[in-house]
T-cell receptor, first 110, second 113 residues
Framework: AQRVTQPEKLLSVFKGAPVELKCNYS??????LFWYVQYSRQRLQLLLR??SRESIKGFTADLNKGETSFHLKKPFAQEEDSAMYYCALKGTGTASKLTFGTGTRLQVTL | KAGVTQTPRYLIKTRGQQVTLSCSPI?????VSWYQQTPGQGLQFLFE???????NKGNFPGRFSGRQFSNSRSEMNVSTLELGDSALYLCASSLGQGADGYTFGSGTRLTVV
């Protein structure tokens, strides 16, 4: 079975502070990991894929297979980063569906 | 190019009725997945279709069904509606195996009264 855990429902940080949204996963094979973001009144959209190792809007995420984690990080939070963030795992073969975590609401305050 | 389009945006149905939701994927995308989003359960996978074949199915009762047409458009049907089926139903499309990520539609908000 595949599982994604996001331990924090809400993360509140000040503008300019570092951000780390935690994501741990459980999967026996080699998963593909994603971060999705949902801004207020907007549709769910892809933020990052672990296979591309890219930085989007200043966010990065590194897959740590030893700790089975895929934490999302940003060195300096901006007000416009306030949103709901979902970590998702895609398995292989018959488990190729996307499994989402419960999400973390990031609130950036002045 | 146009994104993933879901119709209708809102629906109100009565318990016991059935409902059909529609999803048009991005042009060229052959995979369509459906998800149910609720405040209590979050995002839960319903099923995935690729080239008109159901490739994967989540843990939902048989009242939930879907299909995909030759133009990749997909429909989802829920029969004998229950109050607990009230949710936002999201459709997502991808090119193939989904490694490039999935593009989501705005969803259909279903309210069962």
């Amino acid at each position: 079975a595949q599982r994604v855990t996001q331990p924090e429902k809400l993360l509140s940080v000040f503008k300019g502070a570092p951000v780390e949204l935690k994501c741990n996963y459980s999967y026996s094979g080699s998963p593909e990991l994603f971060w999705y973001v949902q801004y207020s009144r907007q549709r769910l959209q892809l933020l990052l894929r672990h296979i591309s190792r890219e930085s989007i809007k200043g966010f990065t995420a590194d897959l740590n297979k030893g700790e089975t984690s895929f934490h999302l990080k940003k060195p300096f939070a901006q007000e416009e980063d306030s949103a709901m963030y979902y970590c998702a795992l895609k398995g292989t073969g018959t488990a190729s569906k996307l499994t989402f975590g419960t999400g973390t609401r990031l609130q950036v305050t002045l | 190019k146009a994104g993933v389009t879901q119709t209708p945006r809102y629906l109100i149905k009565t318990r016991g009725q059935q409902v059909t939701l529609s999803c048009s994927p991005i042009s060229g995308h052959r995979s369509v997945s459906w998800y149910q989003q609720t405040p209590g359960q979050g995002l839960q996978f319903l099923f995935e279709y690729f080239s008109e074949t159901q490739r994967n199915k989540g843990n939902f009762p048989g009242r939930f069904s879907g299909r995909q047409f030759s133009n990749s458009r997909s429909e989802m049907n829920v029969s004998t509606l229950e109050l607990g089926d009230s949710a936002l139903y999201l459709c997502a499309s991808s090119l193939g195996q989904g490694a490039d990520g999935y593009t989501f539609g705005s969803g259909t908000r279903l309210t069962v009264v």
